[in-house]
């Protein structure tokens, strides 16, 4: 596995064709796509958002759609997303398996979306699009910063919108 981000006990990698299980199993499951699609996704609905996923991460190099493993063993833990939304948002997204939950571990991939983020000149602010009922991650965007901005509508339904504003952090 090929690391492009790394945080204290974690491994972000951009997704591969070879990643499809993992995502599967993840977007597949009704406890993790609750609060994402209201339920599991089927198989195929799986595979056209992996491939949605797989496209966005190719678009651009310095951005994408992440599998996101554990240091200590390589295990796939979850999902990882820092998307443009237009010329100076990026959205930002994190997904863990049920295992995972409650262990700081969604705390830790936002902080590294966040410091990396701080790094790529075009972005000056992130967005995370939650939904409203989710308590767990409003705690996680709010304790890092971010700020509500109000509900509006995504997809299908209404979100919550949070924003936090970047500061540059200069090379080297």
């Not at 994402?36 to 759609?65: C, N, P, Q, W, Y």
């Not at 990026?90 to 936002?110: D, F, K, M």
Request: glycine share 8%; aromatic share 12%; hydrophobic share 40%.
């Amino acid at each position: 596995m090929n690391a492009l981000l790394s945080s204290e006990r974690l491994l972000y990698s951009k997704f591969i064709a070879d990643d499809l299980p993992y995502y599967l199993s993840w977007c597949t499951d009704d406890a993790v796509m609750e609060f994402i699609t209201g339920k599991g996704l089927s198989v195929e609905d799986g595979k056209k958002r992996f491939e949605k996923g797989m496209a966005l991460s190719e678009a651009h190099e310095e951005v994408g759609l992440y599998l996101v493993r554990a240091r200590t063993d390589q295990q796939v833990i979850g999902v990882a997303k820092l998307v443009y939304m237009n010329a100076t948002q990026a959205e930002v997204g994190y997904g863990l398996l049920p295992p995972y939950w409650g262990q700081g571990y969604a705390s830790e991939i936002l902080r590294s979306l966040i410091d990396y983020s701080q790094t790529i000149p075009r972005i000056h602010e992130l967005i995370g699009i939650v939904d409203p009922r989710h308590k767990a991650s409003i705690k996680v965007l709010t304790k890092q910063g971010f700020e509500f901005d109000g509900n509006k509508p995504y997809e299908t339904k209404i979100a919550a919108y949070y924003l936090l504003g970047l500061q540059r952090i200069p090379p080297g």
